[in-house]
């Protein structure tokens, strides 16, 4: 594998250099020598997608470890914000921040998309005020991100919030890009349920007992028509083979407690897990459990590459 990567490297680097001393089109070139100048920190990617007809910019934001090595292969971690919202809520929490520094992974924070661009970014997953396509976009984004010699496209993982949980799980299920998803607060809606994979993935799905914007039974909400959290979990469990009656487990997080149900023995080797947080609504409210909760789904991320 790593002797595929170095002539990966030498290709790109010397498809590269023959470009910029052949070519005098600047914006061609500027687009793929930033492809390929990462710095450590925060770097930003624009991707041109048509939407209803028209060229529309939509911005990645792109962060590496402060220590950005050019000896190493960093896998990468896609965070999906919740609906109304940017790249920037997942950008700047110091949590993420540090797990990147200190596990060498590259995070890829998208923004959403709006109709009338005023209102924050969301994620089409039918009943949002968008018209985009956003499994197009994130295949625009890999496109653009898997010559880079420096990044690992085939260790990719998936982390989102709410709406951004949504659209994990439709990731999931109509690509083949993600080894392992954690979709926070949000459990499949119900045209998402009926999809069939392309291949076994493991999930790490988190609900609020108390979620009174989508309710952990499931059934009708404001944002959607949700599956049960249970039915969610155990429709990935069916597809990939995995044993069907789950372990359980009592789990302490910082101050939250929270109930694990795990299947195990599916195909390739992966798992699926959901958690109930009890005593909790749409979304952790204390900064020490966020800070356990990243750790653990990034423990649970690197056992499947």
Not at 19 to 40: H, P, R
Not at 41 to 58: A, K, M
Not at 269 to 283: M, P, Q, S, V
Request: a negative charge.
């Amino acid at each position: 594998m790593k002797k595929i990567k170095n002539m990966k490297r030498i290709m790109v680097i010397t498809f590269v250099v023959a470009l910029i001393q052949g070519c005098n089109k600047d914006n061609v070139v500027a687009d793929i020598y930033y492809n390929l100048n990462l710095v450590g920190g925060i770097n930003e990617l624009t991707i041109n997608q048509t939407i209803d007809g028209n060229s529309v910019p939509r911005l990645v934001y792109v962060k590496t470890p402060q220590n950005f090595d050019s000896s190493l292969y960093y896998p990468i971690v896609f965070f999906f914000h919740g609906a109304g919202g940017s790249g920037q809520e997942f950008l700047y929490n110091n949590d993420i921040t540090e797990l990147i520094n200190s596990e060498k992974f590259i995070g890829i924070f998208p923004n959403g998309y709006s109709n009338n661009r005023s209102d924050g970014g969301f994620w089409n997953l039918g009943s949002e005020p968008t018209t985009a396509n956003d499994v197009e976009f994130v295949d625009l984004i890999i496109k653009k991100l898997e010559p880079h010699p420096l990044i690992d496209t085939s260790k990719a993982y998936a982390i989102g919030f709410s709406n951004g949980s949504g659209m994990v799980n439709l990731l999931a299920k109509a690509t083949s890009h993600f080894n392992a998803i954690a979709p926070l607060f949000s459990q499949q809606i119900i045209s998402t349920k009926d999809l069939t994979p392309p291949k076994a993935i493991s999930v790490f799905q988190v609900n609020g007992e108390f979620d009174d914007v989508i309710p952990l039974n499931g059934g009708v909400s404001s944002v959607g028509i949700f599956v049960s959290a249970q039915n969610s979990a155990l429709n990935w469990a069916n597809h990939f083979n995995c044993n069907t009656t789950a372990t359980e487990e009592d789990l302490t997080w910082a101050n939250t407690v929270l109930s694990s149900f795990t299947y195990s023995n599916c195909d390739d080797g992966h798992e699926i897990k959901y958690f109930i947080a009890l005593n909790t609504g749409h979304g952790f409210t204390d900064e020490q459990i966020d800070s356990v909760a990243y750790n653990q789904i990034w423990a649970f991320f690197k056992q499947f590459n």
